[in-house]
Every structure is written in C-alpha cells, then in structure tokens.
C-alpha cells in the first residue's frame, strides 16, 4: 500500500487527515489520488466519528438581506421586500456562520419554500417556487460537502408540488415526499422516495388521507406526514397524522388526534432522542411523549424575541430555534439541550452576525 504521508506509517499519517475540519475536505482530495480515496473511505469516517472529531451542522435556507443604499464600510443590512434565499451553514460547538458555494444557474438564489435533507455527507435541496415567477419546481440539486460541488438529482416525477412533507432517513440514504399541492391547488395524497445514491425516484402507496402544507419527520423506520389540510378545507389544518412503515412498505392507520391543535406544523421536527417536537401556539416547545399515550408535553417556553415564525431544527439531543419579535424583523437564534424525562430546556441564545439574520424557510442537521 503507497504511503498516505511520506516518511509516516499510515496509521498516523491517517490520525492527521482525520483531523482536517469537514470545510478542508475539497483541498485534500484535491492533494493527490491516494488521499482523495482516503477521504472516499467509510473507514475514514469512521475513524473520525470514533475520534470525536465529527461536528453537528445545522443548514438554513436563509433570507439573504440587502445593503442598505447608504452603506458604507459597515455595510448596513436593512430588509427587503422580496429577499434572495441562500445556503447557510451554522456549527453549534463553534458558533461559526458561513456560506457554501450557491448553487450554479439559480441566478435568484434557492427556491422558495424548498426543503433541505441531509443524507451522510451531502445536502439534497427538493423542490420550492422560482423566486419570480412563483411556478412550482421539480429540480433536485445535491451539495457534496467532501467534494465541495452541487450536482443536479433526478427531477421529481409526476404534476409539480408545492408546500409537501419531506424528510431523510440516514440510514437508507433516501429522501422522502408527500402530500401538498398541485399547481391547480389541488391537496395531494401521493408519496415518493429518493434515493440519493442511485439518483432515482420510486413511487410508495398514497397516503388515506390528501395533505397540503403538511410537515415531515423520519422516526423509527417510519416516514411521518403531520398536519395538513385537504383541497376543500384550504387552510383549515387538521389534527391528525399517519406513517409510512419502510419495511412492510405499508401506511398505519389515521392518527386523528396527534396534535393538539389544528395548526400548521412547520415547527413539528424529530429530536435526536426519536421523540417529536413542536412549536405550539401557546408559545410552548412540545414533546410527544414516548409512552405511548399521545400526549404532548411542554419542555421550554419559546423566548418573547423569536415567537414569530419559529423554526425548530434538531440534532443530537440539543435543539435551535429560530425565531422574530415580528413580522419583517431580524431573526434571532437559541440552542438548548433536550433534557431526559420530564427535565425542561433551557435557553442559550446564539450569536448571529447582522449578515445571517434574515429570515428562514426550512433547515435541517447533518453530522460531518
């Protein structure tokens, strides 16, 4: 076997690779062949998760604000009425913001209203508007965090959706889709899923029941579809919820009274620790207990300054919320870690440079 380091046994010389932080990955594949099919190892990963040198990445499609016209040097941000969305990328452990490369052709920035999956190392954008025509779009573009390159995914099949459940199951490495709406506003019941290795889409059986602006978590080798609304309610969300079981490649039974409100679901995720979690409009982060009973339980108070248009997104067993004290302000952040049994989250705001305020449609976590 060639030596990854010169002079250095292998073993050592892969203790310093696995040492190069995650944003470092596209130069040294770039190094030479050998190291770039070091990095192309799932030993490697696995080393470096054994090491605990791994981070927690929480991605954002966030609301880029504009320079204020009398900007100077400071540059001032002031916001704008019809905002450019990008990639935003935050590691809780350092607190570090920044930007990947956006992706190339969306002259106008992400979609609006896309969903962000993470499988493994690698960032999946699905759907979303065209920011100015407001046609809905069936592209899928991939970001690679270890090549440090977008790709384009196979077009997701049959009418074009908007507002649908999505989420990613690690473990499958596979993107799920169902429900929303069509481009005649017609509630949908159809499912799919994406495999992010083969770049294909499979269809799964439709849901029982139609779901527009329903809300998606992958929980226990099920794909959950929260909330939602059928054609004729418009708006109206339900309380109800049904699952997608992968292995027997069945839907469970309508889950009528799986929120306690009928409320939109955009703040529903799933927590590291396979419970869900939501936003109420209480004002309250809920848990849905794990014993079975469907209760939900209120683990923190949603502080004062992010009440408007909170965002949850899970990892581990710690949470970030995203929030406003109103409409068209600044987005502020909180982290907090999930506490075991009936222990209550407590809040540590984040800080967000004036530059990574702008408002946020979706997010989700990966572990690099």
Same mark, same amino acid.
């Given at each position: 076997?060639?030596?990854?380091?010169?002079?250095?046994?292998?073993?050592?010389?892969?203790?310093?690779?696995?040492?190069?932080?995650?944003?470092?990955? @596209?130069?040294?594949?770039?190094?030479?062949? =050998?190291?770039?099919?070091? &990095?192309?190892? /799932?030993?490697? =990963?696995?080393? !470096?998760?054994?090491?605990?040198?791994?981070?927690?990445?929480?991605? &954002?499609?966030?609301?880029?604000?504009?320079?204020?016209?009398?900007?100077?040097?400071?540059?001032?941000?002031?916001?704008?009425?019809?905002? /450019?969305?990008?990639?935003?990328?935050?590691?809780?452990?350092? %607190?570090?913001?920044?930007? @990947?490369?956006?992706? @190339?052709?969306?002259?106008?920035?992400?979609?609006?209203?896309?969903?962000?999956?993470?499988?493994?190392?690698?960032?999946?954008?699905?759907?979303?508007?065209?920011?100015?025509?407001?046609?809905?779009?069936?592209?899928?573009?991939?970001?690679?965090?270890?090549?440090?390159?977008?790709? !384009?995914?196979?077009?997701?099949?049959?009418?074009?959706? /908007?507002?649908?459940?999505?989420?990613?199951?690690?473990?499958?490495?596979?993107?799920?889709?169902?429900?929303?709406?069509?481009?005649?506003?017609?509630? &949908?019941?159809?499912?799919?899923?994406?495999?992010?290795?083969?770049?294909?889409?499979?269809?799964?059986?439709?849901?029982?029941?139609?779901?527009?602006?329903?809300?998606?978590?992958?929980?226990?080798?099920?794909?959950?579809?929260?909330?939602?609304?059928?054609?004729?309610?418009?708006? $109206?969300?339900?309380?109800?919820?049904?699952?997608?079981?992968?292995?027997?490649?069945?839907?469970?039974?309508?889950?009528?009274?799986?929120?306690?409100?009928?409320?939109?679901?955009?703040?529903?995720?799933?927590?590291?620790?396979?419970?869900?979690?939501?936003?109420?409009?209480?004002?309250?982060?809920?848990?849905?207990?794990?014993?079975?009973?469907?209760?939900?339980?209120?683990?923190?108070?949603?502080?004062?300054?992010? $009440?408007?248009?909170?965002?949850?997104?899970?990892?581990?067993?710690?949470?970030? &919320?995203?929030?406003?004290?109103? =409409?068209?302000?600044? =987005?502020?952040?909180?982290?907090?870690?999930? $506490?075991?049994?009936? %222990?209550?989250?407590?809040?540590?705001?984040?800080?967000?440079?004036?530059?990574?305020?702008?408002?946020?449609?979706?997010?989700? /976590?990966?572990?690099?």
């Amino acid at each position: 076997m060639d030596e990854l380091i010169p002079g250095l046994p292998n073993d050592i010389a892969q203790e310093c690779l696995i040492r190069v932080p995650y944003d470092g990955f @596209p130069t040294v594949r770039s190094v030479c062949r =050998h190291w770039k099919q070091e &990095l192309q190892s /799932s030993q490697f =990963h696995r080393l !470096r998760k054994t090491a605990g040198l791994t981070r927690s990445v929480i991605a &954002l499609a966030q609301a880029e604000p504009a320079l204020s016209p009398t900007a100077g040097p400071a540059k001032k941000y002031t916001a704008s009425a019809s905002p /450019s969305y990008r990639l935003v990328l935050f590691e809780p452990v350092t %607190g570090a913001w920044s930007c @990947p490369p956006p992706i @190339p052709g969306l002259l106008r920035g992400l979609p609006l209203f896309c969903h962000l999956a993470a499988v493994g190392r690698e960032l999946v954008v699905v759907g979303g508007c065209d920011p100015e025509t407001w046609a809905a779009s069936d592209e899928v573009h991939i970001y690679d965090f270890e090549a440090g390159v977008w790709r !384009r995914g196979a077009r997701m099949p049959g009418p074009r959706r /908007s507002f649908f459940a999505c989420a990613a199951s690690e473990e499958l490495r596979a993107v799920f889709v169902a429900g929303g709406h069509d481009e005649e506003k017609n509630a &949908l019941r159809t499912a799919m899923a994406y495999d992010v290795v083969a770049n294909a889409w499979a269809s799964l059986p439709d849901m029982a029941q139609e779901r527009d602006e329903c809300r998606g978590a992958f929980l226990r080798g099920a794909f959950h579809v929260v909330g939602g609304y059928p054609t004729e309610a418009q708006g $109206r969300f339900s309380r109800s919820a049904e699952a997608f079981d992968v292995a027997s490649r069945r839907w469970g039974l309508v889950e009528e009274d799986k929120l306690e409100v009928g409320t939109c679901p955009r703040a529903c995720v799933a927590g590291g620790d396979g419970r869900l979690y939501m936003c109420g409009p209480g004002g309250d982060v809920a848990a849905l207990s794990d014993d079975g009973s469907g209760a939900w339980r209120a683990v923190a108070e949603v502080p004062e300054t992010a $009440r408007v248009a909170p965002l949850l997104v899970a990892w581990e067993r710690s949470l970030m &919320l995203i929030g406003s004290e109103k =409409h068209g302000g600044g =987005h502020v952040g909180y982290v907090g870690e999930v $506490r075991a049994g009936n %222990g209550a989250t407590t809040w540590k705001r984040v800080a967000m440079p004036e530059e990574f305020s702008g408002h946020v449609q979706a997010g989700c /976590s990966m572990e690099i």
